[in-house]
């Protein structure tokens, strides 16, 4: 079955402690991306990335970081998670080079932060 | 600032209506929407796009109306379904996806009673 997978689907943290949230697909696909939906907010764009080792800035990167070192896998790093990075965080991926973007998302990771 | 707009959190319509959610663009240069439709505890799935070489696409009861001289879209539901019930995402791209980003409204909660 073609999917976004994230884990963990639930995370309860604490300020400072460096945590990641793995993401992967199985569908080969260039473009991943990771974001973060906050209630009024709307989904905004953390991270992308076009291809291995090809990663770029989205709207809100301060205090993340990601790799992708695989195809498959792009995850997304919290060296010192703060209170305000407490969210619903989205991963999602795509096939580049087509008509259209569209993305397939991850089930979510609802992250705490105390 | 908001390239993309969904000026309206929430719809609450009858089962049996129509529902119809609007969005606003202000980048001309986007030529692909997308509507991602997302359920709690759920990531957002695709639901609907249009092209902007086109003015209308429908897919059984969703269609989505262009108007690119408004720099509008608006998604059409007929007949509303309780099952509908969901928070709706206006999404833009550029042609050819060579760049894979979409841009997201905020979101607007349909609420469809029975």
């Known amino acids: 079955e073609a999917q976004v997978t994230q884990n963990p689907r639930y995370l309860i943290t604490v300020t400072g402690k460096k945590l990641t949230v793995t993401c992967s697909q199985n569908m080969n696909h260039e473009y991943m991306s990771w974001y973060r939906q906050d209630p009024g907010l709307g989904l905004r764009q953390i991270y992308y990335?076009?291809?291995?080792?090809?990663?770029d800035k989205g709207d809100v990167p301060e205090g993340y970081k990601v790799s992708r070192k695989e195809k498959r896998n792009f995850p997304l790093i919290l060296e010192s998670p703060s209170p305000n990075q407490t969210s619903l965080y989205f991963c999602?991926?795509?096939?580049?080079?087509?008509?259209?973007?569209?993305?397939?998302f991850g089930p979510g990771t609802r992250l705490t932060v105390l | 600032d908001q390239q993309v707009k969904q000026n309206s959190p929430s719809l609450s319509v009858q089962e049996g209506r129509i529902s119809i959610l609007n969005c606003d663009y202000t980048n001309s240069m986007f030529d692909y929407f997308l509507w991602y439709k997302k359920y709690p505890a759920e990531g957002p799935t695709f639901l609907i796009s249009?092209?902007?070489?086109?003015d209308k696409n429908e897919d059984g009861r969703f269609t989505v109306f262009l108007n690119k001289s408004a720099k509008h879209l608006s998604l059409h539901i007929v007949p509303s379904q309780p099952g509908d019930s969901a928070v709706y995402f206006c999404a833009a791209s550029f042609y050819g996806g060579s760049q894979g980003n979409l841009i997201f409204g905020k979101g607007t909660k349909l609420s469809v009673k029975p």
């Open positions: 990335s076009m291809n291995v080792e090809v990663t």
């Open positions: 999602a991926s795509s096939l580049l080079g087509t008509a259209y973007n569209e993305q397939f």
């Open positions: 249009i092209s902007s070489i086109k």
